[in-house]
């Protein structure tokens, strides 16, 4: 329970900050440069409550294996993100918890930013291979099977 509300904590707060800032969170992805112009818009309108689902999903632990393969596949397009950023020589905060765009050179923290996500799939990797407890509403809605050796 602590690990699917700890990914759930990390989702409501990234996801509320970007959507109380729509603006900041169109820079951040923009800041990218990786997508056509035609989709920095939408994608920027749609993580905040994308991220703020996969939160609310968490909290009451409902269908919690997939949204942890859901967290672990968008982590992934964070780091990759944050990675080719870094290769690339841009100089732009990641816009993880709001905010984001471009910094001055000598300010980006990629290094901890790619640590920090790895850390996060650890999370949805174990609710991945454990999705179920006692207190989720996948829990009461299919508990676990007791197999009976007679």
């Given amino acids: 329970m602590l690990v699917r509300l700890g990914l759930a904590a990390v989702w409501i707060v990234s996801g509320g900050a970007k959507a109380v800032d729509p603006s900041q969170t169109y820079l951040a992805v923009r800041a990218y440069d990786v997508l056509p112009d035609s989709l920095v818009h939408p994608v920027a309108a749609v993580l905040p409550f994308v991220e703020l689902a996969l939160g609310m999903l ?3 632990g409902l269908a919690v294996r997939w949204v942890a393969v859901a967290s672990a596949v968008l982590l992934v397009v964070f780091i990759a993100g944050v990675a080719q950023s870094w290769a690339r020589g841009l100089t732009i905060d990641c816009g993880c918890f709001g905010g984001g765009g471009q910094v ?6 990629y290094p901890l930013e790619i640590l920090r996500d790895l850390g996060f799939m650890v999370l949805a990797g174990w609710l991945i291979v454990r999705p179920r407890g006692a207190l989720s509403l996948d829990g009461w809605l299919r508990p676990a099977r007791v197999v009976r050796e007679d």
């Fill in 58 to 60: 968490l909290v009451v």
């Fill in 104 to 109: 001055a050179a000598g300010r980006t923290e």
